[in-house]
């Protein structure tokens, strides 16, 4: 899961295992939602992205999930493969504001073994 | 380009130096984007451009950060007087349209203050 602070959460799955990264978000009032995935020296990637009208979403090989009753957000990877090692961040919006800005969480580092 | 481009994509100043980071956005890319990311942390927002108009600069540390997007394409990250918390990777990012969605992110540029 997120937490705040300096100290990265870490996930360490076997290759061809199955990955879930959890997200606790901050603001009832976010209405939409992007994973993000950073490799070391690149900026952030787009995953995929989820608003707050559905509780699921399927992408290739990736499934995000929203409970926005508890505030909360999962990213699922199937048959984790080693590409897939890198720093995780989901990522919250509030469509109606002008600002279009998001706010991002600590991330989750993810190391896939092989 | 194919990409947001950001330049230098490392440096160092000495404390009290003035510094610019450039950012050449996806061409045809209204909204722009800059971020802080510190160490270990995720993404903060700094401040939105739509075209040449800076509508969000809520995020912006201090009176010493300044950006511009004069002809609504390039953009300048201004950095008076740096200091050791400057010490960051400044992440710009840009997206076609003017609703939120998901950014297309530079590199980065790693500035460290000695």
């Known amino acids: 899961g997120e937490s705040v602070g300096l100290h990265l959460p870490t996930l360490s799955v076997q290759e061809g295992d199955n990955s879930i990264i959890n997200c606790a978000y901050s603001n009832s009032a976010s209405d939409y939602f992007i994973w993000y995935k950073q490799e070391s020296g690149k900026g952030p990637q787009f995953i995929i992205d989820?608003?707050?009208?559905?509780d699921k979403r399927q992408g290739q090989r990736v499934t995000v999930l929203l409970n926005k009753t508890v505030k909360h957000l999962s990213l699922q990877i199937a048959a984790t493969q080693p590409g897939d090692s890198a720093v995780y961040f989901c990522?919250?919006?509030?469509?109606?504001?002008?600002?279009?800005?998001?706010?991002f969480g600590t991330g989750t580092s993810l190391t896939v073994i092989p | 380009g194919a990409g947001v481009s950001q330049s230098p994509r490392y440096k160092v100043a000495k404390r009290g130096q003035d510094v610019a980071l450039r950012c050449d956005p996806i061409s045809g890319h209204v909204s722009l984007f800059w971020y802080q990311q510190a160490l270990g942390q995720g993404p903060e927002f700094l401040t939105y451009f739509q075209n040449e108009a800076q509508l969000d600069k809520s995020g912006l540390p201090s009176d010493r950060f300044f950006a511009e997007r004069p002809e609504g394409s390039v953009s300048t990250l201004k950095i008076q007087r740096t200091q050791q918390e400057d010490s960051a990777v400044y992440l710009c990012a840009s997206t076609l349209g003017l609703a939120a969605a998901g950014y297309t992110f530079g590199s980065g540029t790693r500035l460290t203050v000695v």
């Open positions: 989820i608003r707050s009208n559905m």
């Open positions: 990522a919250e919006n509030i469509r109606a504001n002008t600002g279009n800005q998001f706010y």
